[in-house]
């Protein structure tokens, strides 16, 4: 085998991946299309620390999302990676979506999510002069954090550790060996081919190819992307004090999605969000 370990995919998933297996197995390389990592999905999206509040109990969802959200933390503490603990308060605005708050509370207990309570409407004021509801759950927790700086950080310390990051580089074939794979792949030099005792998909919105690469059917193992379509509207500086957490709405199950919600970020500025599902 050429290596032990290729990861496919240079967003903050891959670059994470490649610094935990580097850590302890030598000749890991990654591979991403683009002509740096980082550079799709990983830079384009709120830059949210997610509490734990919306999934299954005891789903895995639920499980990465709650441990990877005090990693997160304790690697920007130890590490000085910019990130606020800044808080979110999902609010209602009607008793029908009151009760959706009283099943998230339940929820986000359950998956072990710390320091969750329900406002009133004169909390939510109180916290939020601008923002009107009539009842809020309020998740401490939850907070946002630079990506690029957290990026940086995983392909620093892979690189230490001996990982190899090969950018422009794309995976256009996998065939599996009796021991591990074979890669091929197109650069600057053109086709080639390398082979892996492991390969790890972390190719974000192209993950659904490159499981086809390898023979596996994403809609047999309940694996179908959902994908939406997201803009950004920042918020002009002289309003910027008017938002001082994460405002999100109840969340439409039959849109799968969160949302118009507000999101800061670690220059003070605020941001609406607003999403509407690829049909």
């Not at 979110?88 to 008793?95: D, Q």
């Not at 422009?168 to 091929?184: I, P, R, Y």
């Not at 047999?220 to 920042?234: I, N, S």
Request: with cysteine; hydrophobic share 35%.
């Amino acid at each position: 085998m050429d290596f032990n370990c290729i990861v496919i995919g240079g967003g903050i998933v891959g670059l994470a991946a490649t610094d935990h297996i580097s850590a302890n197995t030598d000749n890991v390389a990654l591979f991403e299309r683009n002509s740096t990592v980082g550079f799709e999905t990983s830079s384009r999206n709120s830059e949210v620390i997610h509490a734990g509040l919306y999934y299954g109990k005891d789903s895995k969802k639920a499980r990465m999302c709650v441990e990877g959200r005090r990693e997160i933390y304790r690697l920007a503490q130890e590490h000085g990676i910019p990130a606020h603990k800044c808080g979110k308060i999902i609010v209602s605005t009607n008793p029908q979506e009151s009760e959706q708050l009283q099943s998230l509370l339940e929820k986000g207990r359950e998956n072990e999510v710390e320091g969750l309570q329900m406002l009133t409407g004169a909390q939510v004021r109180k916290r939020e002069p601008h923002v009107s509801a009539i009842e809020g759950l309020l998740s401490p927790e939850s907070g946002i954090v630079d990506s690029h700086a957290l990026m940086t950080h995983y392909r620093r310390r892979a690189e230490e550790q001996g990982a190899f990051v090969v950018v422009n580089c794309t995976v256009t074939a996998l065939e599996k060996l009796a021991d591990g794979w074979k890669v091929t792949y197109h650069d600057s030099d053109g086709v080639d081919s390398t082979t892996a005792a492991t390969v790890v998909n972390a190719a974000g919105l192209g993950a659904q190819d490159v499981m086809r690469m390898a023979s596996f059917d994403p809609d047999q193992h309940d694996l179908t992307l959902h994908l939406c379509k997201g803009e950004y509207f920042t918020v002009k500086p002289s309003k910027a004090d008017k938002v001082k957490c994460l405002v999100y709405p109840v969340p439409k199950p039959n849109l799968k999605s969160l949302g118009i919600h507000t999101v800061v970020d670690m220059s003070g500025m605020f941001k609406l969000w607003a999403e509407r599902v690829l049909r």
